[in-house]
């Protein structure tokens, strides 16, 4: 049975318009490389901040590298995806070249691997 690309497309594009809003609130894409995103530094007053400001600072910096590893990561997964569409390839598994089960890609419309061959 074909797949409704149409549907898929428009999952992904909505997901990817979601987590680019996300990351843009924790960081700047990087103006060389589009799929690049840069963590900024929290808004906080660093000049009047306190030694635990500094130290609270530092933790929601490492909070928001985290958080937008975890964004860029499923961005690129969309962005992938999106790519197989354009490329006429979506829905089949790239290790096996099998067909990926409607319901996994439901499920999850980024997924380009069969269940056998992914994670
Ligand atoms: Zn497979």
Redesign the pocket.
């Known amino acids: 049975m074909a797949l409704n690309l149409d549907y898929f497309k428009k999952a992904l594009l909505e997901e990817k318009k979601k987590l680019e809003g996300e990351l843009g609130e924790i960081a700047v894409r990087n103006p060389d490389q589009k799929s690049d995103w840069n963590v900024t530094y929290p808004d906080m007053n660093v000049m009047s901040a306190a030694k635990e400001e500094v130290a609270d600072q530092e933790e929601e910096f490492e909070n928001r590298s985290g958080l937008e590893l975890g964004l860029e990561s499923r961005l690129r997964d969309i962005n992938e995806a999106l790519e197989h569409i354009r490329l006429g390839k979506y829905g089949v598994?790239?290790?096996?070249?099998?067909e990926?089960d409607e319901a996994r890609l439901k499920a999850n419309p980024a997924a380009v691997?069969?269940?056998?061959?992914?994670n």
Do not use: L, Q, S
């Open positions: 598994c790239e290790v096996g070249g099998e990926i691997t069969c269940v056998k061959h992914g």
